[in-house]
């Protein structure tokens, strides 16, 4: 019997001047562990008139994780952040009681041709943490945690497993986990993995009880401890979870929280200019007219 519990493919989101793939949340499941939000940015190539730009935008209640494998973004945020991000560089956001941050291309890079591919992904705080001081945190690829097993590359992007643990500094136990192959191999790490657990495919494809997956889908699965498949020759996948909170979470716009107040305060307070400015990038996203609230569930 299969382990595949779900697969969710991605569906193309409008994000103003760029499309991307939503992943997370999906009607069906609307977190995997603390993970509420996945986006495949790409990939995309720009000419020299087009560019990246997320103009300054608010947070509550979430840490954010951006992960590039081509292209340039140039972060900056209320709290005086100010750092461009290059593939396999990891950018680690935790807006907490809250937090401004904008994304756009360089300015080297505004009138070239350029390339952009990657995962920005949304995690959820625990409930006694979603009040927390906002923070930054930038971490070079070098420092992120790799390792040859069996003929399969691995980089731990965030959290702990498999006796690794990432720089980036989480508020719940959880993992993002890169694999990496270029020959066919078999994958029995269950063991390894604790909480719930999806897998996102990014290129080649995968089997399972005799079913083939191709790219650009979630696939969630019903036990972690049985967590096997095969990876087909030049297939890269990400694996992620944990453990799940005990409370629903609510999610508006780019607010998450277990209490449906804060997000209505934080609501009334970024409509009311309360929030902090980015120096130097003073633009304003309204916002957006859309139901008050969508409940997050396990």
Known sequence: MSNINLIIEERPTNLGNFMVGRLLPFRDKRMVGPFVFIDHMGPVRMNERENFDVGPHPHIGLSTLTYLFEGNIMHRDTLGSEIEIVPGQVNWMTA???IVHSERTPGYLRHSDKFLHGLQIWVALPKELEQMEPAFFHVEGDAIPHWEQDGVSYKLIAGEVMGHRS??????PLYLLELKTKERK???IGSSLFGEVGMYILEGSIE????????KRILVAKETALCSFVMEAGTTVYLFGGTPFPEERHIYWNFVASDIALIKKAKEDWAAHRFPLINGDNDYIPLPEQSPSVHLKK
């Open 167 to 172: 720089p980036i500094p989480v508020y719940s």
């Open 208 to 215: 399972n009880d005799g079913n083939k997956y191709e790219p």
């Open 186 to 188: 078999t994958i029995n």
């Open 96 to 98: 907490g009681k809250g």
